[in-house]
């Protein structure tokens, strides 16, 4: 089991570094080098001058080591556009990409998981059908979407929410706050709900299929102490799918962020894109595919803690 | 023969009591079906998958034909009638922001959306089948190259990759069918991997070999056979996925660009009228909705007809 773990982590380092080049790649597929997109029109002379402060001048690949390795460091360079250091910036927008991606995964695991494990052992019942119809609608419905139904439900019908932002409250457990994080929270929870629910309840019904069950029930057991069983043996896959999901909250918030412009990372990906600023695009790029890579990492040793046969396999 | 029809036969041990039983059993000429004809007579006797296909069909033969539609010019914008609500004489479905027809914005909106999600998929369907189809069929080094660069580009959330590319490309139509495209290569190549490293494994592909069939020979007929079907019910998965993604770079700004119709892009810039026209700000994203699903739900009912695991 250990050595397994290790292998694991040191797997990571390599899919660490292809990461990297692939983050850096991209802002070098668009024609022209960073600085050329945002200056204009401008002397050739201050360009060139500015592109050797920037290191822009550099063969590619010395810029992609000095850039790894000042990124290392906590060193990502300047915002082009407000001349702000990116980590600081980065580090602000993660902290409130992680509030609401948290608070999303919480109420979507939960609801998920439960009802996916009722759906699963009620099979064929009513609730089955409702579950699994609203699993359908909910891994398909595009969540900028639904983010912009609830606006127009709660903010513009009722009142009840405001539409945008995350207000100016100074403490994240007052109501002030808590009324910006709801809609964008429910918007942002819809999709891992459904491929939760969607999981737990195969799981669940594959299990209840299998021979040990039987072999419970002709003891004698009660049917809570069985489900109790099912629910443990499913827990390496549902415990799997929820890391995915919880990864691809924090990176795909993206859209659900602009249509609430919460201060997020996805928000502050959507501003350097469309002000070409490279150095906090390549930040925000690198930090969430990062932090990505290092979920699965996680859930990879969870999922062995929760089957031990996987480390045997 | 005889004729088609049962026929009451002897078991020495019954099903139920053990004693000897008459059981009834189909004889004479029992209709033979091919794998392919037994998934069709499957998915057509499915009233959902059916369902869905008409409508995806509907939306898809209205997209295609809509410029002999008789409809108004999806562009013309008319300032004296802006954001008409559903139900208006003459428009149908209202205007938009612009006085432009919503229905007509609509059916012409299939086209770009309907063509962003599939064909990334298709040409994704081609790079990563057969990058797939190698790996799992060489194994060894090969193998582990192309797992390996698959393994780099998994490491990006899919939204987050398409945006990234689609951003450092800047936005058009062309740079977010690409930046799809590349997002969709990964998944397609792993689900391909596996099924071929499966299937080749397998007695009857062994059998063949020591018969002498060549490499190719056994890849179509044996490899390529099992193969499709796990992943033609994976592609019509990743295209409702794709509908959704690629109308959500229209949705930020960065597919398709004004005036064109196209249904993300619709959704955003009626974003605006919420509190005028809120009716018609939903439509574009209903659409977007309605098509993925039936996407999905065709893939769920192919999925039980092929009998497939993923």
């Keep these: 089991m250990f050595y397994y773990i290790l292998r694991r982590v040191l797997y990571t380092i390599p899919i660490a570094i292809g990461v990297s080049l692939v983050v850096f790649a991209l802002v070098h597929l668009a024609p022209g080098d960073p600085l050329s997109a945002v200056m204009g029109e401008v002397d050739q002379k201050m360009l060139a001058e500015m592109r050797a402060s920037f290191g822009y001048d550099k063969p590619l690949p010395v810029q992609y080591i000095i850039w790894l390795g000042s990124a290392l460091t906590g060193d990502m360079g300047y915002s082009l556009r407000t001349g702000a250091p990116v980590f600081g910036t980065l580090i602000d927008a993660a902290a409130n990409t992680m509030i609401i991606g948290t608070a999303a995964a919480l109420l979507g695991f939960i609801i998920g998981a439960t009802f996916g494990m009722l759906a699963g052992y009620n099979h064929g019942a009513w609730l089955d059908k409702v579950v699994s119809s609203a699993t359908i609608a909910g891994v398909s419905v595009p969540h900028y979407w639904l983010a912009i139904l609830l606006v127009i439900v709660f903010s513009v019908q009722l009142g009840w929410m405001p539409a945008m932002g995350a207000g100016s409250a100074a403490s994240i457990l007052s109501w002030e706050a808590w009324k910006h994080m709801i809609l964008p929270v429910i918007a942002l929870a819809a999709i891992p709900c459904a491929i939760v629910a969607r999981t737990a309840r195969a799981c669940v019904m594959e299990i209840l299929s299998m021979e040990f069950v039987e072999a419970l029930r002709a003891r004698g057991l009660s049917e809570r102490r069985i489900l109790l069983h099912v629910a443990r043996n499913a827990l390496p896959t549902v415990l799997a799918v929820m890391g995915l999901q919880f990864a691809h909250l924090l990176g795909g918030s993206i859209l659900v962020e602009t249509v609430f412009t919460w201060p997020g990372t996805g928000y502050l990906l959507n501003l350097a894109i469309f002000d070409r600023d490279i150095p906090v695009l390549q930040g925000t790029i690198l930090l969430l595919a990062l932090f990505f890579v290092s979920i699965n990492l996680v859930v990879d040793i969870l999922q062995t803690w929760a089957d031990p046969r996987i480390s045997r396999g | ?310």
């Design chain 2, 1 to 310: 023969m005889k004729p088609a029809g049962t026929d009451k036969i002897m078991l020495p041990f019954g099903a139920d009591s053990g004693r000897p039983t008459a059981v009834e059993v189909p004889v004479g000429s029992v209709v033979q079906r091919t794998y392919w004809e037994n998934v069709w007579r499957r998915v057509t006797r499915d009233p959902f998958t059916v369902a869905c296909a008409l409508v995806l069909m509907a939306i898809a033969a209205a997209a295609l034909l809509a410029p002999w539609l008789g409809l108004p010019e999806p562009t013309l914008t008319d300032s004296a009638r802006r954001l008409l609500p559903v139900g208006s004489p003459g428009h149908i479905l209202g205007t938009d922001e612009l006085g432009r027809d919503m229905l007509s914005r609509i059916i012409h909106g299939g086209r770009l959306s309907l063509m962003m999600g599939i064909v990334p998929v298709l040409i994704a369907l081609m790079i990563g089948g057969s990058a797939g189809l190698i790996a799992g069929f060489v194994g060894g080094r090969v193998n582990m190259l192309i797992m390996r660069v698959t393994d780099v580009f998994y490491a990006f959330p899919s939204i987050l990759l398409a945006v990234a590319i689609a951003g450092a490309l800047g936005a058009g139509i062309g740079n977010a069918l690409l930046a799809i495209t590349i997002v969709f290569i990964p998944p397609i190549t792993r689900v391909t991997e596996s099924v071929t490293t499966q299937v080749r494994s397998m007695d009857f592909v062994e059998a063949a070999r020591a018969s002498g069939a060549g490499t190719l020979a056994i890849i179509r007929t044996h490899v390529l056979g099992n193969v499709l079907g796990p992943i033609f019910v994976y592609a019509t998965v990743l295209i409702s996925v794709s509908i959704v993604i690629s109308a959500g770079l229209s949705f930020i700004g960065l597919g398709a660009s004004p005036p064109a119709a196209e249904w993300g892009l619709m959704l955003n810039t009626l974003r605006e009228s919420i509190f005028l026209a809120p009716l018609n700000a939903i439509l574009p994203g209903f659409m977007i909705f309605i098509t993925s699903m039936c996407f999905n739900l065709i893939s769920d009912g192919l999925r039980s007809a092929m009998d497939v695991r993923l």
